[in-house]
C-alpha cells in the first residue's frame, strides 16, 4: 500500500528530546536530556494505596467518564488554585491528558491554519511542534533575566496582530528564568490593550527552591486587575507528582473550556478516568504540598550539585544561568562550538543533552545547551559531567 501522508505531518519535525531519549535506551548512556523527574523520589506507596481506594468502591472506575473530567477532583482542583489566587469554578476548568495536551486543545480551538502565534526567545521545544502542526507562523520576542521584553513584544504584536500569546514566566524551559513581576503586568496589560489571550503554561511553577519566595502567575494577576478572561491556565501533576499519570488541567473562561471539551471529544473522549481518580484520592490523603517541598529540597541539591561539577572542569567560555527553580540549567557554550555537533560527539563519549538550537523557533543561538539536573545524582551526574566537558575539549582544541 502507497500511503500518502498528509502535509502537516510529512513538513513536523520529529521532537528533539524524544529522538534523544531513544538513543538512551539500552545503553550505558547518561542522560541529561529529558525532563525526567527523579523516579526514586515518586511516592509510590500512597499511589498504591490510592488506587487500592478506587477499586473498592467498585468497577465504575473502569467505566467512561466526563469529557470535563472526573467532578471531585475539578473541585480539589478550584480549591488548590484558590489558595493560589486563582478563583475558578468546575465548569472554567478541564482535566487533559497532561499539559501538552491541554496546549494543543488550546491552540485548536483559538487559532486557524496561518494564524501567528508570539513566543518569548527561547521557548519550549514541544509547544513549537503544536504550533507547527497547526500550521501557524511563530514570532518570537526578545526576553533577558526579568523575562519577555515588553517594548519587543508590542513591536511584533503591532506588525503581525498574532492570534495568541504562549509563556512560562515561571522557571521556563529551557531557561529557568523567573519573570519580574513588572513584566507580567507589562504583558498582561499589553495583552489586554490589543485584545491577544495569554496562553500561560505553568509545569514547574510549584519546583522553587525558595520555599517563601511567591512569583504570582498571570491568571492570578489578571483578576486581580479585574480583566479576568486575558488567561488561560494550565499545568500537569506530571512534575509533582508522576508523569505516568498523565493528568493535567486547563483553566480558563467557560466558553473556552467548553470549545476545549468539544474539540476533546474528538480527539480522545476524556482523559483516563482511572489515573483520575488515583490523583483525586491521592489528594484526599496525601500532604502533596509537603511532597513538593521534599523534591524541590532535592532538586535544588542537584542543581547546585551539578553546578559545583561544571565549575570543577574549569571549562573557559562556559556559561550558565543558575535558576530559582524548576529542572534545567541553560548552558551557554565558548564561543563557535555548534552543540549538535557536540551532541554527536557527546552521545559517542555516553552523555547526552539538548542542543539549545531545537528551543528557537528561528535564528538559533548554535552554542547553547539544555541540561537536566533531576534526574541523575551523585557519582552518575559527576560521570555525566565529566564526559560532556571531554566532549567540549576535544572540539575547542580542534578550533
Given at each position: 500500500?502507497?500511503?500518502?501522508?498528509?502535509?502537516?505531518?510529512?513538513?513536523?519535525?520529529?521532537?528533539?528530546?524524544?529522538?534523544i531519549l531513544k538513543l538512551t535506551q539500552g545503553k550505558d548512556m547518561i542522560s541529561f536530556a529529558g525532563g525526567l523527574p527523579a523516579a526514586?523520589?515518586?511516592?509510590?506507596?500512597?499511589?498504591?494505596?490510592?488506587?487500592?481506594?478506587?477499586?473498592?468502591?467498585?468497577?465504575?472506575?473502569?467505566?467512561?467518564?466526563?469529557?470535563?473530567?472526573?467532578?471531585?477532583?475539578?473541585?480539589?482542583?478550584?480549591?488548590?488554585?484558590?489558595?493560589?489566587?486563582?478563583?475558578?469554578?468546575?465548569?472554567?476548568?478541564?482535566?487533559?491528558?497532561?499539559?501538552?495536551?491541554?496546549?494543543?486543545?488550546?491552540?485548536?480551538?483559538?487559532?486557524?491554519?496561518?494564524?501567528?502565534?508570539?513566543?518569548?526567545?527561547?521557548?519550549?521545544?514541544?509547544?513549537?511542534?503544536?504550533?507547527?502542526?497547526?500550521?501557524?507562523?511563530?514570532?518570537?520576542?526578545?526576553?533577558?533575566?526579568?523575562?519577555?521584553?515588553?517594548?519587543?513584544?508590542?513591536?511584533?504584536?503591532?506588525?503581525?496582530?498574532?492570534?495568541?500569546?504562549?509563556?512560562?514566566?515561571?522557571?521556563?524551559?529551557?531557561?529557568?528564568?523567573?519573570?519580574?513581576?513588572?513584566?507580567?503586568?507589562?504583558?498582561?496589560?499589553?495583552?489586554?490593550?490589543?485584545?491577544?489571550?495569554?496562553?500561560?503554561?505553568?509545569?514547574?511553577?510549584?519546583?522553587?527552591?525558595?520555599?517563601?519566595?511567591?512569583?504570582?502567575?498571570?491568571?492570578?494577576?489578571?483578576?486581580?486587575?479585574?480583566?479576568?478572561?486575558?488567561?488561560?491556565?494550565?499545568?500537569?501533576?506530571?512534575?509533582?507528582?508522576?508523569?505516568?499519570?498523565?493528568?493535567?488541567?486547563?483553566?480558563?473562561?467557560?466558553?473556552?473550556?467548553?470549545?476545549?471539551?468539544?474539540?476533546?471529544?474528538?480527539?480522545?473522549?476524556?482523559?483516563?478516568?482511572?489515573?483520575?481518580?488515583?490523583?483525586s484520592e491521592l489528594l484526599d490523603s496525601f500532604p502533596l504540598d509537603e511532597h513538593i517541598k521534599v523534591i524541590s529540597a532535592s532538586y535544588?541539591?542537584?542543581?547546585?550539585?551539578?553546578?559545583?561539577?561544571?565549575?570543577?572542569?574549569?571549562?573557559?567560555?562556559?556559561?550558565?544561568?543558575?535558576?530559582?527553580?524548576?529542572?534545567?540549567?541553560?548552558?551557554?557554550?565558548?564561543?563557535?562550538?555548534?552543540?549538535?555537533?557536540?551532541?554527536?560527539?557527546?552521545?559517542?563519549?555516553?552523555?547526552?543533552?539538548?542542543?539549545?538550537?531545537?528551543?528557537?523557533?528561528?535564528?538559533?543561538?548554535?552554542?547553547?545547551?539544555?541540561?537536566?539536573?533531576?534526574?541523575?545524582?551523585?557519582?552518575?551526574?559527576?560521570?555525566?559531567?565529566?564526559?560532556?566537558?571531554?566532549?567540549?575539549?576535544?572540539?575547542?582544541?580542534?578550533?
Amino acid at each position: 500500500m502507497d500511503y500518502r501522508f498528509s502535509s502537516r505531518v510529512t513538513a513536523l519535525k520529529s521532537s528533539v528530546v524524544r529522538d534523544i531519549l531513544k538513543l538512551t535506551q539500552g545503553k550505558d548512556m547518561i542522560s541529561f536530556a529529558g525532563g525526567l523527574p527523579a523516579a526514586e523520589l515518586f511516592p509510590v506507596q500512597a499511589i498504591r494505596e490510592a488506587a487500592d481506594r478506587v477499586f473498592t468502591k467498585g468497577a465504575s472506575a473502569l467505566q467512561y467518564g466526563l469529557t470535563e473530567g472526573f467532578m471531585p477532583l475539578r473541585e480539589q482542583l478550584c480549591e488548590r488554585m484558590g489558595h493560589k489566587g486563582m478563583n475558578v469554578r468546575p465548569d472554567e476548568m478541564l482535566l487533559t491528558t497532561g499539559s501538552q495536551q491541554a496546549i494543543s486543545l488550546i491552540v485548536e480551538v483559538l487559532t486557524e491554519p496561518g494564524d501567528t502565534i508570539l513566543v518569548e526567545r527561547p521557548t519550549y521545544l514541544a509547544c513549537l511542534q503544536v504550533f507547527e502542526m497547526n500550521g501557524l507562523n511563530v514570532i518570537a520576542a526578545d526576553s533577558d533575566e526579568f523575562g519577555i521584553v515588553a517594548e519587543d513584544a508590542e513591536r511584533l504584536i503591532r506588525e503581525h496582530r498574532p492570534k495568541l500569546v504562549y509563556a512560562v514566566p515561571t522557571f521556563g524551559n529551557p531557561t529557568g528564568r523567573v519573570w519580574s513581576t513588572e513584566r507580567r503586568q507589562q504583558l498582561l496589560a499589553l495583552c489586554s490593550s490589543y485584545g491577544v489571550p495569554i496562553l500561560e503554561d505553568d509545569p514547574y511553577g510549584e519546583i522553587k527552591y525558595d520555599v517563601n519566595a511567591v512569583y504570582p502567575t498571570l491568571f492570578a494577576l489578571d483578576q486581580q486587575a479585574g480583566r479576568s478572561g486575558s488567561v488561560i491556565y494550565t499545568s500537569t501533576f506530571s512534575k509533582t507528582v508522576a508523569p505516568g499519570l498523565r493528568t493535567g488541567w486547563a483553566m480558563g473562561p467557560a466558553e473556552v473550556i467548553a470549545m476545549m471539551a468539544k474539540a476533546k471529544q474528538a480527539a480522545d473522549l476524556h482523559s483516563s478516568a482511572i489515573d483520575q481518580q488515583i490523583v483525586s484520592e491521592l489528594l484526599d490523603s496525601f500532604p502533596l504540598d509537603e511532597h513538593i517541598k521534599v523534591i524541590s529540597a532535592s532538586y535544588g541539591e542537584r542543581m547546585r550539585e551539578m553546578q559545583g561539577l561544571l565549575v570543577q572542569q574549569h571549562i573557559e567560555g562556559l556559561r550558565w544561568i543558575e535558576p530559582k527553580g524548576g529542572m534545567f540549567l541553560w548552558v551557554e557554550l565558548p564561543e563557535g562550538l555548534d552543540a549538535e555537533a557536540l551532541l554527536r560527539a557527546s552521545v559517542q563519549k555516553g552523555v547526552a543533552f539538548v542542543p539549545g538550537s531545537s528551543f528557537y523557533a528561528y535564528d538559533p543561538q548554535r552554542n547553547t545547551a539544555r541540561l537536566n539536573f533531576t534526574y541523575n545524582i551523585g557519582a552518575k551526574t559527576a560521570l555525566g559531567v565529566e564526559r560532556f566537558a571531554e566532549a567540549i575539549r576535544e572540539f575547542t582544541a580542534r578550533s
